[in-house]
């Protein structure tokens, strides 16, 4: 069974950092794509960025672009989201969703093209 379980988030400072990680199970894990979404309150669910395991290519929402890092750590099955320089409008819940699918680049940024969700952690940016 498939299980993603997303660790790290909490709360930091305007300009700070964090570190989410995004622990994959039960994947064949050279064989499909994780998206990092978010959900802040009252509004819908972002892609914020992605990285493919059929070409390890990766995409970014253009507000996080030159802040966030997407990576992939094959031997531990997980995918860190290195964000720096945060902003309160980056406060939201944070989701990793897989999909087996190769994607297209504007599907990857589509909730509905991941059939398997973390649970979330909580990002809160103060001010």
């Known amino acids: 069974e498939e299980q993603l379980v997303e660790s790290g988030g909490g709360l930091v400072q305007a300009g700070g950092s964090l570190r989410l990680s995004c622990e994959a199970s039960?994947?064949?894990?050279?064989?499909?794509?994780i998206g990092w979404f978010r959900q802040a309150p009252g509004k819908e669910r972002e892609g914020v960025s992605s990285?493919?395991?059929?070409?390890?290519?990766?995409t970014y929402v253009d507000s996080v672009k030159g802040r966030f890092t997407i990576s992939g750590d094959t031997a531990k099955n997980t995918v860190f989201l290195e964000m720096n320089n945060l902003k309160s409008e980056d406060t939201a819940v944070y989701y990793c969703?897989?999909?087996?699918?190769?994607?297209?680049?504007?599907?990857?940024?589509?909730?509905?093209?991941?059939?398997?969700w973390g649970q979330g952690t909580q990002v809160t940016v103060s001010s």
């Open positions: 969703a897989g999909s087996y699918s190769p994607l297209t680049t504007s599907a990857r940024f589509s909730t509905t093209a991941y059939g398997y």
């Open positions: 039960g994947f064949a894990f050279d064989d499909y794509t």
């Open positions: 990285i493919s395991h059929y070409d390890g290519s990766t």
